[in-house]
């Protein structure tokens, strides 16, 4: 059995790979497309997953601020097909303000488990 690799991608987001992927890594502005599951880590709650009953993947430009900062440092370290766990400090997720459509209070820490679908369609 493997070991995870551990290790923080930037100050408030480490990065444990659980499958790794095999490709070259996106570049910033490139679009993906991700499955992904986010949970609260205190006390654990999942809060959303595209793997759920009427989700369905989630796309969405690298690097440019379209989603939170933890996903697009996170996600730009990874490549093609790899699975790994994001666990994004509340600065670098939903701040201040928190999500609370989505129960997530202010600075929460998150964990996302994030799997690279496709880099620009392929």
Same mark, same amino acid.
């Not at 992927?21 to 006390?43: E, Y």
């Not at 990874?78 to 999500?99: D, H, I, P, W």
């Given at each position: 059995?493997?070991?995870? $690799?551990? !290790?923080?991608?930037?100050? /408030? %987001? ?8 095999? &490709? ?31 989700? $369905?993947? !989630?796309?969405?430009?690298? /690097? %440019? ?8 440092? &996170? ?48």
């Amino acid at each position: 059995m493997m070991m995870a $690799q551990c !290790f923080q991608i930037t100050p /408030g %987001v480490l990065k444990t790979v659980i499958q790794p992927g095999f &490709g070259p890594r996106p570049n910033v502005g490139d679009n993906i497309t991700v499955h992904c599951t986010g949970l609260l880590t205190n006390p654990p709650r999942k809060f959303w997953s595209t793997r759920d009953p009427g989700q $369905q993947p !989630f796309s969405f430009r690298v /690097g %440019v601020g379209e989603v939170i900062r933890g996903w697009d440092e &996170g996600c730009l370290s990874m490549q093609k097909n790899e699975v790994s766990r994001l666990t994004v400090c509340g600065q670098k997720a939903y701040g201040a303000q928190g999500f609370p459509a989505w129960g997530i209070p202010p600075n929460a820490d998150l964990q996302f488990e994030i799997q690279i679908l496709a880099i620009n369609g392929m």
